[in-house]
């Protein structure tokens, strides 16, 4: 187990160092999606969707009427998910996880189970986190097919979501998510939380950005993002937040495969 730990720590390192330069200038651009790309808010989805919301897995929401906002978690599972569950069970909050395959899923497939029967999304960060974009079609397609067999495997439920790694997507990524039935899903609200380990400042990050029909990213694969958690928690709830996952925040609506969510 400590053999894990170590490994799944280093990991974190790497993928820190790797992504922090690039992820910094991607994520500063969050709000135009990295790359201007055409997105859809959550409104608009659930502006076309059925007559009547869909019940949300831990109760009814209808984000229509209510005051949503959904967390999300990028790049575990790590040693720190167990934890964070706990914190989501307490709280009876929803999360939607966008799961990395090598080292992560394949290290702690129990996790990936628990996720899944604890109600929250589980969806795909895609394999080893390669940039899409600088990746030939069939690289993309072994990138996004891995997770989900694997996903699907230990759940029995395939995912429909993916977060491309930094938030780089373009058209031939939309074109092979259409084929494989897989919509995009990017952030609105992001605590650069590979920047520091302070947990009061990823706290502040999140508060200073959260608004209705906010997409919040984090990474619980860092030392600093689950224990700030309940205060995020807390305080938006104190603000009349109701947090669900991305498919709730969408409904009655659904995401459309091939289409970019934010």
């Known amino acids: ?137 069939e690289e993309i397609r072994a990138e996004l097919e891995r997770p989900n067999a694997e996903i699907q495997r230990l759940t029995g439920r395939r995912p429909t979501l993916m977060r491309p790694p930094q938030g780089r997507t373009n058209d031939t990524v939309h074109e092979i998510c259409r084929e494989l039935g897989i919509a995009e899903v990017l952030w609105t609200v992001t605590a650069k939380d590979y920047t520091t380990e302070d947990p009061e400042l990823i706290k502040r990050r999140v508060l200073d950005q959260a608004k209705r029909d906010g997409i919040i990213l984090l990474h619980d694969i860092y030392a600093g993002t689950v224990p700030a958690v309940p205060g995020i928690i807390d305080a938006l709830k104190d603000r009349g937040y109701v947090f669900v996952t991305v498919p709730q925040l969408l409904a009655p609506g659904k995401a459309e495969p091939g289409k970019v969510y934010r």
Not at 1 to 14: E, G, S, V
């Open 1 to 137: 187990m400590r053999t894990q730990i170590k490994k799944t720590r280093k990991t974190a390192l790497r993928f820190r160092a790797a992504t922090t330069g690039a992820l910094a200038a991607c994520l500063s651009l969050a709000l135009t999606g990295c790359a201007g790309m055409d997105t859809t808010a959550p409104s608009a989805v659930r502006a076309h969707g059925g007559p009547t919301a869909q019940a949300a897995r831990l109760g009814p929401v209808d984000c229509g009427e209510v005051k949503c906002i959904a967390l999300t978690f990028d790049a575990g599972p790590s040693e720190n998910s167990a934890r964070l569950l706990d914190i989501l069970k307490d709280r009876q909050v929803p999360a939607t996880f966008f799961l990395l395959g090598e080292r992560h899923i394949t290290a702690y497939p129990q996790l990936v189970r628990r996720m899944a029967d604890e109600g929250h999304e589980v969806a795909s960060h895609t394999w080893d986190h390669r940039i899409l974009t600088e990746l030939t079609p």
